[in-house]
């Protein structure tokens, strides 16, 4: 066996291709022995040869040249052209007042990047086209499975008739039969009759045989003849057969008495699949227990705020609830007890313009004039997203761990949903797929179901507009009628459930809408409700509904 080919056999040189590998030129990415270093360096003196022991190869970046200067490496980095520049490029005019960043940071970055790329493709992109596949491929196979039992059905049914055609060919035989057996009893009789005949007439015969021959004139007178008779013939016997008149086979007429094939179809829904999650949440677990609606929904107790206006309400456990409303302090109660336990100022001293409550159990709130999201930690204020040009309203956290932020932009002409992964911007959500704004402008709440729809109470288009994980649109929701009050829809705070419900408040009505999955109207919830606002559940589906009329968060049984 060749040494050099051998997949056992240790690397080689690749100039004497005879010699082990000791050493590596970084700059050419060729392996080398200590013998042939001398040999590589002399080979092309236009460039700059990091020879390196081999062990370490790649360890020295290999920076890009410079399009612009020769023999330059780039080991700077345009921000604002977005490529990478040599110490020249950045000493020209050209790249004048723009920001510059080392390589090796941008590249950091882009490495991050692509990590979390890559994560996200290997924990949830491919396992989700990998349920995909396995779910066209059980299709394809209960495919094959129906279309068997169709052909059996077919099958079964033309032996069916079979054993009727069979069964009318049998009775028309027999028919024939019987038709043929009377007829021939008929001429059978009539024969017999014939054949008496034809024995008289011998008899009679044979009688003048005997006068012609005697000499007894006695005997000559005796005989009488019957000739007479005899000239009258029997009548002639015709039997008529009987026709068999098939019935004309026609192809139309018979398809519709043996049975038609439906045509077959093969829909698409863009909307039936979803991303896979790996987070394991009650939002992306096994399947909830059903839960029927109550008839009458039942208020379990009311708790006093003591805001002036009161706006938002966000879950921190089965126990504990956190109220924001028209000034810059968010109170944390005892649900139970309906007590105060904990008060937190903005960092502005300005009023929140929406709260939430991440997977951690940090609250999270949105500050309109500052331009800003910001995050609780453990008493803490940290600033997470500061935006430009565009103003944050509504917040909430996802199953999965990040934000879903509404904003708006300085002229209140626009309006988008943006995904953030900690401080980094995932995914923008704005258009339709023909290129029309999802969202009108003004304040909106948000929230994300069960299936991972992205739920928003668009106030300024009174609606709640429903999107998939893409941010494809599914369905919008524009009330019921007749509403409790008679007047028109006006969305405010919205939540989910287990059950994947959609509950809106509608201030105007003084109510919650509650809506499927699917965007259809199921129930409303009354309870002597006051102007509701805010909304929010917790993970025994208990409601919680901020009113602004009294001043009240309370807490509403409607499922069973």
């Known amino acids: 066996m060749d040494p050099r080919t051998s997949a056992q056999d240790v690397m080689r040189c690749d100039l004497c291709e005879t010699a082990v590998v000791q050493m590596h030129c970084d700059t050419c990415l060729v392996n080398l022995c200590k013998a042939c270093v001398g040999e590589h360096m002399i080979s092309d003196e236009s460039k700059d040869h990091r020879v390196i022991k081999f062990q370490a190869r790649k360890s020295t970046p290999l920076y890009p040249g410079c399009t612009s200067h020769n023999k330059q490496q780039c080991t700077m980095y345009c921000n604002q052209c977005d490529i990478p520049v040599c110490i020249k490029c950045i000493a020209s005019d050209q790249h004048l007042g723009h920001k510059i960043s080392e390589i090796l940071k941008v590249v950091d970055e882009k490495k991050v990047k692509i990590n979390k790329e890559r994560t996200e493709l290997y924990e949830t992109i491919y396992p989700t086209y990998q349920d995909i ?10 495919l094959e499975k129906e279309y068997g039992d169709l052909s059996t059905a077919i099958t079964k049914h033309g032996e069916d008739w079979h054993r009727e055609i069979d069964k009318l060919v049998k009775k028309l035989k027999a028919e024939v039969d019987e038709m043929k057996n009377t007829q021939l009893q008929t001429l059978q009789k009539h024969l017999d009759e014939i054949n ?45 057969l009987p026709r068999f008149i098939p019935g004309k086979i026609q192809g ?13 179809s093969l829909t698409s829904d863009k909307y039936a699949y979803s991303m896979k999650t790996t987070q394991k949440s009650p939002e992306a677990g096994s399947s909830p227990p059903v839960k029927q609606l109550l008839d009458q929904p039942e208020t379990v107790t009311t708790i006093n705020t003591g805001y002036q206006c009161l706006n938002s309400v966000a879950c921190l456990s089965d126990e504990e609830i956190w109220t924001s409303g028209g000034d810059s302090t968010m109170k944390l109660f005892s649900i139970n007890q309906g007590s105060l336990l904990k008060s937190i100022r903005t960092k502005s001293g300005y009023e929140p313009c929406n709260i939430a409550v991440t997977k951690s159990g940090d609250l999270v709130y949105t500050e309109y004039g500052y331009r800003t999201v910001n995050i609780v930690k453990n008493e803490k204020i ?5 935006l430009q040009n565009w103003i944050p309203t509504g917040v909430c956290s996802t199953s999965s761990g990040d934000l879903l932020v509404i904003m708006e932009n300085d002229d209140y002409t626009q309006t988008k949903v943006v995904c953030y992964s900690d401080s980094t911007e995932k995914q923008t959500i704005q258009f339709d797929d023909k290129g029309k704004p999802l969202y009108s402008s003004g304040l909106c709440y948000i929230t994300e179901n069960r299936n991972l729809d992205i739920c928003v109470s668009d106030i300024g288009a009174k609606a709640v507009v429903v999107v998939n994980q893409a941010g494809k649109l599914r369905f919008r ?58 909304l929010c559940t917790d993970t025994n589906d208990n409601l919680f509904v901020a009113q602004d009329g009294n001043r009240q968060v309370k807490k509403i049984k409607y499922l069973q």
């Not at 596949?133 to 059980?138: G, I, K, L, T």
């Not at 139309?252 to 077959?264: A, D, H, I, N, P």
Request: include cysteine; aromatic fraction near 6%.
């Open 196 to 240: 008496k005949t034809m024995s008289d007439i011998k008899d009679e015969i044979n009688s003048a045989d005997m006068a012609i021959d005697t000499n007894d004139l006695s005997k000559l007178f005796s005989v009488t003849s019957s000739v007479n008779i005899y000239r009258n013939l029997p009548n002639k016997l015709a039997p008529s």
């Open 382 to 386: 940290e600033e997470v997203i500061r």
């Open 477 to 534: 929701y524009t009330g019921h009628t007749p509403a409790p009050k008679n007047k028109p829809f006006n969305p405010r705070g919205i939540t989910t459930d287990s059950q994947s419900h959609i509950l809106t408040a509608d201030d105007y009505n003084h109510c919650v809408h509650i809506i499927d999955q699917d965007g259809q109207f199921l129930r409303y919830i009354d309870c002597g409700l006051s102007q509701p606002r805010g």
């Open 252 to 264: 139309k007429e018979l398809c519709k008495l043996f049975g038609t094939l439906s045509s077959s």
């Open 133 to 142: 596949a396995s779910d066209v491929q059980n299709r394809m196979s209960q």
